[in-house]
């Protein structure tokens, strides 16, 4: 979760978003792609960013995603939630920061990925952490 909290650092803060780091990891915790929030043109979300720069043909059976903000169930801007994505993606294990605050849309990523089966485990040792990343949006 440390090395998706270092991800989240490099967010550029704006005032419509929140700064997210994600990280796809194997069982033996070598990890596999990072990705941040509008690392990618298009309004881009750290899970989605992590998805796409994965190298090709990857097998997801047994890796694990962390991320320092609950992957979103709905989206604003139009784009494709990144639940929807990991349930695509078929990645089993998620590892989350903390909750998506109300800021922007009511989000229920955690019960859709368990409703799916996905196993999702919070690191709340690390949740001060995941929440200083959006200072930007509390003051």
């Known amino acids: 979760?440390?090395?998706a909290?270092?991800?989240g650092k490099?967010?550029?803060s704006v005032?419509?978003?929140y700064n997210v780091g994600a990280v796809i990891?194997?069982?033996n915790g070598t990890i596999l792609s990072t990705g941040y929030s509008r690392q990618l043109p298009g309004n881009t979300h750290a899970e989605q960013c992590a998805l796409l720069n994965?190298?090709?043909n990857q097998n997801l059976a047994d890796v694990a995603l962390y991320t320092t903000m609950e992957p979103c169930s709905k989206r604003l801007s139009g784009?494709?939630?990144c639940v929807a994505l990991i349930l695509q993606s078929g990645i089993k294990r998620v590892f989350v920061g903390i909750r998506e605050p109300p800021n922007f849309v009511n989000c229920m990523g955690v019960e859709e990925l368990q409703a799916e089966g996905v196993e999702v485990t919070y690191v709340s040792e690390l949740e001060d952490e995941c929440r200083k990343l959006n200072r930007h949006l509390t003051g």
């Open 1 to 3: 979760m440390q090395a």
């Open 5 to 7: 909290i270092d991800c």
């Open 10 to 12: 490099k967010c550029t």
């Open 15 to 17: 005032e419509s978003a």
């Open 25 to 27: 990891a194997d069982a």
């Open 54 to 56: 994965l190298p090709d």
């Open 79 to 81: 784009n494709v939630p």
